[in-house]
């Protein structure tokens, strides 16, 4: 974990209400996909949760849709601005546990699975994505993820197909899920998938560093915070 | 000359080496604040509530914020006491030696004595914090802490139940906080800690619905302020006991603001949620204030803005 100012590169629009943020400092805090930044944001007083959805040696990128004021107010975020970032938070995915992974996505829950994917290309496994929005123009990430060679499944909601429609397909030759999204979509995709998986959950947060107990879930082990235990779980320890 | 600053500060009888400390339920037992920054720089260290059953809290969501504060309604989500006797308090203490302060959430006046005799056994445990903003469940849940006779019954039975200097930690939710902190100065109390959160509420528009699942919600942080120092000032006006402030305290000049209107030491809560290194800047800051307001010893700020005008 590491607090410190980011420098803004980019931040553009990359879909309906989604942006693109690309920060630029030390990413050494980044051990695995699915971990998260928590920004601080003028105008709202707690930090703001952001999956890393992609990164190298220079900085970070996030994909956030706007929602409400602190999602509004870091979409006016310019080059030449710093963010003042904690970075390297939560657990994360675990890679080592597959050898042919099925991503699934809903909506803005795609960015980590982005890293993810990028993680299993490295040691050598081309994972299958299964993605879901709300309509054509919510897609994001689908390209990048066919320029890495995976197959790509997309569903939209606007045509009446829901990522379950399509999992008992997209799971055929898979041995493991990995899934971020809405947590109706991930209760659906709990119940109805075979494979094992790991899910990544959101809840509202204020410390984002294990302080506060306001992001605490319910396991069979008893609550656990999101934010430091979480925010990936396996689906067999979910008290859902 | 900076250096020079005589930082320490004492709540009674309990000496502190600085006047800082983490306020409960934003420091966890201390394993999880060590992680974050270095906690053998504070003053006192304050635990999570403890309660007699562990606790899973409320449902989420649990926080939500405002322009300048936040909400939270955790619902006291602690291990329980035998858990935090066997592991989390004996864990703090072997990383820090300053005061140890046990946070101690009843829900019957007889929990509280249960409790307050519990951490009695532990030499660890320097001082009860007294929380009595928990639901009084044999009075259908209102607050021990707005009744001045159910805050002094509980003040009484653990005066009974521990010979370790009692804290006692008032609600603001009430019409005339002094009523309360005299009566629990009266049956024993040796120093009285304020402000708890105050209550409130906020609407997601969203869903139409409140923006936390219980509804309701203590607010805390910086929108505090005000209201902590005018509660912290009556009740330095109206008790001879020693009060450590607390609510929005966010940098020293903050710390400062609250010692001049009658608290002996101060802690901070949600400063640190925001910027977990928040408590060990105001300790780094607070000798240049004090240097810079004229001062050379913390403990002479105590109460000053009580004395005559000029
Ligand atoms: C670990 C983690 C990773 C996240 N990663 C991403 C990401 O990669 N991209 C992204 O766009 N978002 C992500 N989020 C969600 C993001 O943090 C919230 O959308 C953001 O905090 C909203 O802030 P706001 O001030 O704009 O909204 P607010 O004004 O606080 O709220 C606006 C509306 O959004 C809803 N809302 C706010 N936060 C959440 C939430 N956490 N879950 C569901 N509804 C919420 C509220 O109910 C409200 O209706 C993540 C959350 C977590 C906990
Ligand atoms: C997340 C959170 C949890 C809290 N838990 C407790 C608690 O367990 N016991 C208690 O007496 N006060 C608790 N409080 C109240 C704080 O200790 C403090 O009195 C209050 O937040 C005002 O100070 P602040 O503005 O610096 O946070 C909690 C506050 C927050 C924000």
Known sequence: MRQGLYNVISNESVARGVYRLRLEGSTRALARAGQFADIRIDGVYLRRPFSVADWDDEGFVILYKVVGEGTRALAGARPGHSLDVILGLGNGFDETISRAPLLIGGGVGAPPLYALAKRFIGIGIKPVALLGFASRCDIILADELRALDCRVMVTLESEGERVTDRLDEASADRDRFYACGPEGMLRAVKRQCGLPGQLSLETRMACGVGLCRGCTCMTLTGGKRVCVEGPVFDKEALAW | ?310
């Open chain 2, 1 to 310: 000359m900076v250096s020079a600053v005589d930082l320490s500060a004492s709540v009674g009888a309990v000496r502190l080496k600085n006047p800082v400390m983490p306020a409960s339920g934003t420091f966890g037992f201390g394993a999880d604040a060590a992680r974050l920054y270095d906690i053998t720089r504070l003053g006192g260290a304050v635990m999570k509530g403890v309660t007699k059953e562990p606790r899973f809290g409320n449902d989420q969501p649990r926080v939500t914020d405002c322009p300048a504060g936040m909400l939270n309604a955790v619902g006291l989500e602690n291990p329980g006491i035998d858990s935090v006797m066997k592991q989390e308090l004996p864990a703090l203490a072997r990383m820090y030696k300053g005061p140890i302060i046990a946070n101690v959430c009843g829900f019957t006046v007889d929990e509280y004595a249960e409790l307050a005799a519990r951490f009695d056994e532990s030499q660890d445990v320097a001082a009860l914090e007294i929380n009595i903003s928990c639901p009084n469940v044999s009075h259908g849940g209102m607050a021990f802490g707005t009744d001045s006779v159910a805050a002094a019954a509980v003040t009484r039975a653990v005066r009974r139940a521990s010979g370790k200097p009692i804290w006692v930690k008032l609600s603001p939710n009430v019409t005339d906080i002094t009523r309360i902190a005299r009566a629990c100065e009266d049956e024993g109390a040796d120093a009285l800690c304020l402000i708890n959160t105050l209550l409130g509420m906020r609407v997601d528009l969203r869903t139409r619905r409140p923006a936390l699942a219980n509804t309701f919600g203590g607010l805390s942080g910086p929108c505090a302020l005000p209201v902590a120092l005018r509660m912290v000032w009556q009740v330095y006006e109206a008790v001879r006991i020693p009060i450590v402030g607390m609510g929005g305290v966010s940098s020293a000049r903050d710390a400062v603001e609250m010692t001049l209107a009658g608290a002996s030491a101060v802690e901070i809560g949600t400063a640190a949620l925001v910027d977990p290194s928040a408590l060990i800047r105001v300790i780094d800051e607070l000798p240049r204030v004090i240097t810079e307001m004229g001062y050379a010893r913390y403990a002479d700020l105590v109460g000053k803005a009580h004395q005559g005008k000029g």
